[in-house]
């Protein structure tokens, strides 16, 4: 039901219910609701397809393998895990619950899973005092049960009576009861009828006549395993070993207060409520500056509360202050005794239920400030996959992705990403609270009549150019089982414009195994291995500064040092050029070591092993600012003769004797003369099955070539045909190289070649074009972003035509002054 919470879904809350020195039947339904773990092997039975149906059929079989070992890691493993950590000296005995017309073979093949991974985690905890007693059968078999046809309940009624009579497993069986147990039993269940939870204190108080304090705590404790009341003492933790709990189901109802479905409106709605209550009282319920924080925006889904939210939807329930009241009245001579409601926080802090922050903030209550504590409930983090929110490829020029990896070679604990997450949580609000404190003169006002001048303003841009000039804001944060992502401004000033703008971060962090449709590199994994992967967004100006500095930074440390206590994991750094011109599972990875050390050395570049190069430092984020390049006041060499190495591409359609698509080009090979230029000037680059179309699908189409003739004419003349040498259009590079192949018979010196394409042609060999004298402009690869260039071509984005009437094309070249914004290449 949508209503009520089902809490217990979740192991850690399940924990608080597990009692020591007991046995667990640890039942799986061996994964048959999960259609991944079933392999497809229905293939075509074609003799000549045999090789190729018996690989894929491998692959199925493969992946429904790595399946199978996430739905066990998961919903099997977890909670061994938590059973040996919260119920020591305990036993337990898996079993499996067969479906009705699973195939026995199937069957098998689930059940030798699950012992052998079992096996395997037994001997991770080896050396390990909470290492928990998993009772496997020698002959390597699962017990199973199957409900419908009765099958195997006999067997397993056998088991469990044989390990209680061997002995072997528990050595607590067939010996008597703690002394005082039986009075402690009546004293308890008599008081439990007013009160729900009580102090140890007092039940010492009330059989101290018959027992020492230290055989009620063995009492109390033994009542706790055999399901009478609820006693969580332990040394070293005096607020527990003062409490008992009397009845479960109290407490049940109390998680339930918590552990509630739309837990963001449950707040509002209880805070709203309370606040009327005690509207002519001084305690008000606020909500918490971390939590408002971290959960801005609307899609924002962070399950956080702090102690004071945990207080008050306690407070908003009239069984919980029926009980704090019994409470106090017990309590009413003491003045340093913990509140009931500390005492169920600390309660679930203790069991992984509330994952707290540290104290970050101050926060008035009752006119008072105090320290406030917030806790991640991870309980109510969304069971859904994240899908398809994450691409590792970058939409806009102006962007770039980076992703760096921790890869896990014997696989990652089942809570890691919960730990993780709240490390992350606490450390972005950090990051979102600092504000640049090397600032060396205040920010300048804007007025609200007259703009700032622009030398006041140039002077404050370049001497923070790479600094933050005012309080990061979180956008976004959705949160998942197993995925996380953020959205991230920080405002930077902007060379160019002599502006402040917000820089916009998004960063993705999950954990997967490889068969995840987020993972990287997966063809380098085996089964078991599993990955931690923080992949960031943002803009690439500043040599990948506004990146880093706009939160990627914060994200990758946070991470680093949640996993800083793990051995056999390695981080790796994955090549960005691999994610954005390729599939990310064939991605290359170097190892961090590598790439910090080229960064630090002398290695400005570093290659993968698929032959990209990329900066160094760009991957570890320590690229220095390169100076920004403006035009001289005098260029080396003057645009009209720069000019004479741009030409005007057209595109001539003989149906409609004109030319239709109109671009520029530069000579990059004058030997051959070849020319590069816009793909979309003769190629169709709409979506659909025409994409790609050479010639725009024009019939019998040719490229005509249009040059300025000299230093003193100021249009282009049309003199050239040219065929399309090379593409790469259908991988979304935007640009080909053309060669000269004929030469007018006279330059055209209209906006039509006209005639001219229809007379005999001068045809142009190597020897014929190096008489032509073509200019080549020199190709610069040594590159930086946000440089300063100089754009020169054949503009004709203010051209209007009226229906009907013939293009008019601008032969008159253009100049403007632009910058860098994404450096790549193309193998053409």
């Not at 008597?176 to 039940?203: M, S, W």
């Not at 008000?284 to 924002?300: N, W």
Request: proline letters at 4%; hydrophobic letters at 40%; charged letters at 25%.
């Amino acid at each position: 039901s949508d209503t009520v919470p089902n809490f217990g879904a979740h192991p850690a809350t399940q924990s608080l219910f597990f009692s020591a020195e007991s046995l667990y039947l640890l039942v799986w339904d061996l994964a048959c609701h999960n259609p991944h773990t079933q392999p497809v092997t229905d293939y075509d039975s074609d003799e000549e397809d045999e090789y190729a149906n018996e690989y894929a059929r491998e692959q199925a079989i493969a992946e429904a393998d790595r399946a199978l070992h996430e739905d066990i890691l998961n919903r099997v493993l977890a909670w061994v895990d938590r059973i040996a950590r919260r119920a020591p000296r305990s036993a337990i005995l898996p079993v499996a619950c067969i479906p009705d017309g699973m195939p026995e073979n199937d069957v098998q093949r689930r059940c030798s899973k699950m012992f052998e991974m079992l096996e395997n985690h037994m001997k991770w905890y080896e050396g390990n005092g909470l290492m928990p007693n998993i009772i496997l059968d020698d002959s390597r078999n699962v017990l199973c049960v199957n409900f419908s046809q009765d099958f195997g309940i006999k067997q397993i009624q056998e088991t469990i009576v044989a390990i209680a009579d061997s002995g072997t497993v528990f050595e607590h069986i067939d010996t008597p009861v703690p002394p005082g147990t039986v009075e402690a039993l009546q004293y308890t269940r008599r008081v439990k009828k007013d009160h729900k939870l009580i102090r140890l204190d007092h039940i010492v108080g009330e059989l101290s006549d018959s027992s020492t304090m230290d055989q009620v705590v063995v009492a109390l404790r033994f009542l706790s395993s055999v399901g009478e009341i609820m006693y969580f003492g332990m040394e070293g933790d005096d607020i527990l070993s003062s409490f008992v709990i009397l009845s479960r189901q109290w407490l049940v109802s109390a998680l339930s207060c918590i552990l509630r479905n739309e837990l963001k409106r449950e707040l509002a709605d209880a805070r709203r409520f309370m606040n009327m209550q005690c509207i002519y009282s001084e305690e008000q319920f606020k909500e918490s500056e971390v939590i408002r924080a971290l959960s801005a925006g609307a899609a924002s889904n962070v399950p956080l509360l702090s102690d004071e939210d945990a207080k008050m939807l306690w407070q908003s329930m009239s069984f919980m202050r029926e009980a704090a009241d019994q409470y106090s009245q017990l309590n009413e001579n003491s003045t340093s005794a913990p509140t009931m409601f500390y005492f169920l926080e600390h309660l679930l802090v203790h069991f992984g239920i509330f994952l707290p922050f540290g104290n970050l903030c101050q926060q008035e209550v009752a006119g008072l400030n105090r320290q406030s504590e917030c806790f991640f409930v991870p309980s109510l983090l969304s069971q859904a996959d994240p899908g398809d929110i994450w691409g590792f490829r970058s939409s806009e020029a102006w962007t770039t992705t980076l992703c760096h990896s921790w890869l896990f070679r014997d696989g990652a604990p089942s809570d890691l990403f919960e730990h993780v997450a709240v490390d992350l949580l606490r450390n972005m609000y950090l990051f979102s609270r600092e504000f640049s404190a090397t600032l060396t003169r205040d920010q300048p006002a804007r007025a609200t009549t007259t703009p700032l001048g622009r030398a006041s303003q140039h002077q404050f841009v370049e001497e923070h150019a790479t600094q933050k000039v005012g309080p990061v804001r979180i956008h976004q944060i959705i949160c998942w089982k197993s995925a996380m992502l953020i959205k991230v401004g920080t405002i930077f000033p902007d060379r160019e414009s002599d502006e402040l703008r917000e820089s916009i971060v998004e960063v993705f962090v999950t954990i997967v195994d490889q068969n995840s449709s987020h993972c990287v590199a997966s063809d380098a994994m085996r089964g078991s291995m599993q990955r931690v992967i923080v992949s960031g967004k943002g803009q690439s100006g500043l040599n990948g500064l506004k990146l880093f500095k706009g939160g990627y930074q914060a994200v990758l440390d946070s991470v680093q040092s949640s996993l800083a206590t793990f051995n056999n994991v390695n981080m790796q750094v994955v090549c960005p050029e691999c994610l954005a011109r390729g599939n990310p599972r064939r991605a290359s990875t170097w190892s961090w070591d590598e790439v910090f050390a080229a960064a630090e050395g002398s290695e400005s570049t570093i290659v993968c092993r698929r032959g990209h190069r990329v900066k160094s430092g760009l991957l570890v984020g320590s690229c220095k600012e390169e100076p920004l390049v403006l035009p001289t006041d005098v260029p080396t060499k003057p645009v009209p003769e720069l000019l004479q190495s741009v030409f005007l591409i057209g595109l001539w359609d003989p149906s409609s004797r004109q030319v239709c698509s109109v671009g520029s080009g530069f000579v990059v090979d004058k030997k051959f003369g070849l020319i590069a230029t816009a793909g979309h000037v003769l190629f169709n680059m709409e979506e659909g099955r025409q994409y790609g179309t050479p010639y725009l699908g024009i019939k019998d189409a040719k490229v005509v070539i249009g040059v300025i003739p000299n230093k003193e004419n100021k249009n282009a003349v049309w003199r050239y045909f040219a065929e399309i040498l090379a593409d790469d259009v259908r991988n979304n590079v935007d640009a080909c190289i053309l060669r000269i192949t004929h030469k007018m018979e006279s330059d055209v010196d209209e906006d039509s070649p006209g005639s001219q394409t229809e007379q005999v042609t001068r045809p142009l060999d190597p020897t014929a074009i190096k008489k032509e004298d073509l200019k080549k402009l020199k190709l610069e690869l040594n590159l930086e972003l946000e440089q300063s260039v100089r754009i020169l071509g054949y503009s004709q984005g203010d051209v209007k035509e009226d229906p009907g009437s013939r293009r008019r094309i601008i032969r008159s070249p253009d100049f403007d002054r632009g910058y860098v914004v994404r450096l790549f290449m193309a193998n053409l």
